[in-house]
């Protein structure tokens, strides 16, 4: 089993709507959640970090995180052509150095 | 913000050659990562460290080994090229740990190995 899984996707999603991208990690001792988005051809960006269980909001983005379920959650608000890319999710033990990365799901929103 | 330069985009190397990958950050970051990154893999981590002339294992650290002689500068090295080792290579660096704020990756190195 994979410490950090996510859909691979394409996940193709119309202008406006809502873009849902899900996580799940095995180390029930992970405390730290991070999403990044990664253009094409580019870097990773971090965009969200949740610790605490519930929702997070900044801008168009929401993280929800569920720790019992061993679950994280981007959500994407009126998504726009610019939010296509690759988004990681990233998980943390307490005071650790290391971050493990999800392969990543590819979200493409179509005008 | 942060910088974090590595040295080429774009690398082609031959097979048995020795291979350097270099990494500088301008923000004075305690701790520096090398990863790589596959599709269908995601990233995984080679080497990290934490200090200077500090280093650990990461999850593949095989055909590898690193250098971190001064804070700002972490270098990648592969001993001896081989065509698995074809990928994109990152370089990431933090101030604290990565569990408080995450990383900042550089642009990245795509290396061929032929």
């Known amino acids: 089993q994979k410490e950090v899984e996510q859909n691979s996707g394409p996940l193709s999603v119309p202008e406006g709507a809502i873009a849902s991208l899900n996580c799940t990690y095995s180390d029930r001792g992970s405390q730290s959640f991070f999403w990044y988005r990664q253009y094409s051809g580019k870097s990773p960006e971090l965009i969200m970090f949740?610790?605490?269980?519930g929702d997070k909001e900044d801008g168009r983005f929401t993280a929800q995180l569920n720790k019992a379920s061993q679950y994280v959650s981007l959500l994407i608000r009126d998504s726009q052509p610019s939010d296509s890319a690759t988004y990681l999710c990233a998980v943390s033990r307490s005071n650790d150095y290391k971050l493990s990365f999800g392969a990543g799901t590819t979200v493409t929103v179509r005008a | 913000d942060v910088k974090v330069t590595q040295s080429s985009r774009y690398l082609v190397k031959r097979t048995g050659e020795k291979v350097f990958l270099e990494c500088v950050q301008d923000m004075d970051h305690e701790n520096m990562f090398w990863y790589r990154q596959d599709p269908g893999l995601g990233l995984r981590l080679i080497y990290f460290?934490?200090?200077?002339?500090?280093?650990e294992k990461g999850d593949i650290p095989e055909g590898y080994s690193v250098s971190r002689e001064k804070k700002e500068r972490f270098s990648l090295i592969l001993e001896s090229a081989s065509t698995n080792q074809t990928s994109m290579y990152l370089c990431?660096?933090?101030?604290?740990?990565?569990?408080?704020?995450?990383?900042?990756f550089g642009s990245g190195t795509r290396l061929t190995v032929v």
């Open positions: 949740i610790y605490s269980n």
């Open positions: 990431a660096s933090s101030l604290y740990r990565g569990s408080d704020y995450g990383y900042t």
């Open positions: 460290s934490y200090d200077v002339k500090m280093k």
